[in-house]
């Protein structure tokens, strides 16, 4: 990515007013089979994605404890999924999504992995039908929270995670906020296309122009029983993340797993990933506690 020409945009952002009208996605579930095959590529080893869904795995692992259950709303072809399941082979996840389509790829990626503490759903992030009261110990939802058509659902679905929750629950939710000019929307959905296919570049800037505002994601935060904590980038909200207190120590064995993980990514992928955490630094985010990735 341009450095120079991400702060430029990211300066230009202090100077709007507000936020852009938001323009949802056509459509709510991604079943056309070109955008399905786009994202999954893109999450795989040496994806464009892989790096961030590390990033949303360290960030959301002092939550999950052993014996667990974690349900993983809008888990695609569940390559984030499987980030969480190798980091914590001790909990249970259950991937839900609204897309068959999306499904069949999650259920061949987690057999073609050997990953066996997953089970798959079809489900709706606004309903959580098949999920009892009180039953989930943890909730996560990155990157999807936009898919939702408007601000009304977007709530409907925090009544819902509150619902499942058990006491002293937590939730890691992760998605992009609304920027204010188009431009910057551009910049970023365009920064990488020669890595990119043209299918994920308009989709990327489909999702940029669907997110909500820092304000709504706050607002709609706020109905849970322990409001998480908000972080977003530097210099304008272009990712969002909101999660709950620790809940966990992080053990030798996560760190090892955390290490290695770390490891098997490649060198311009550590650069990325430190550099996303270098931008999320001011905003009070940081690596947990107990977490540390050394490239000897």
């Known amino acids: ?31 056309d089979p070109q955008q399905v095959a786009a994202f999954a590529d893109s999450g795989k080893d040496q994806g464009i994605l892989n790096y961030i869904y590390l990033f949303h795995a360290l960030m959301s692992a002092p939550l999950i404890a052993p014996g667990d259950v974690v349900l993983d709303l809008a888990c695609g072809p569940a390559n984030q999924l ?34 066996h503490n997953v089970s798959l759903q079809q489900g709706d992030m606004t309903r959580l039908d098949g999920m009892a009261a009180a039953s989930t110990d943890v909730v996560l939802c990155s990157m999807s929270l936009h898919h939702l058509m408007d601000n009304t659902a977007l709530q409907h679905c925090m009544q819902q995670i509150a619902r499942i929750l058990r006491p002293l629950g937590g939730v890691y939710l992760a998605d992009f906020g609304r920027l204010k000019r188009r431009a910057t929307q551009r910049f970023f959905a365009y920064d990488r296309m020669d890595l990119q296919s043209p299918a994920f570049t308009a989709d990327f800037l489909n999702s940029l122009q669907a997110a909500f505002s820092l304000t709504e994601l706050q607002q709609a935060a706020a109905m849970l029983a322990n409001a998480p904590a908000c972080f977003h980038t530097a210099l304008a909200p ?59």
């Open 238 to 296: 272009f990712m969002v993340v909101l999660r709950s207190a620790s809940r966990r120590v992080v053990d030798p064995g996560l760190q090892q797993r955390v290490q290695l993980a770390y490891q098997q990514l490649e060198p311009g992928e550590r650069r990325d990933l430190h550099n996303l955490l270098r931008w999320f630094r001011p905003g009070g985010l940081r690596l947990p506690d107990g977490l540390v990735l050394t490239d000897g």
């Open 82 to 115: 499987l980030r969480h399941a190798r980091l914590h082979p001790d909990a249970h996840f259950v991937g839900m999504d609204a897309s068959m389509r999306m499904l069949a790829l999650a259920e061949q990626n987690l057999r073609e992995a050997g990953v």
């Open 1 to 31: 990515m341009s450095v120079p020409a991400m702060i430029f945009h990211l300066l230009l952002e202090q100077l709007a007013r507000h936020p852009l009208p938001r323009i949802p996605e056509a459509a709510a579930v991604m079943e």
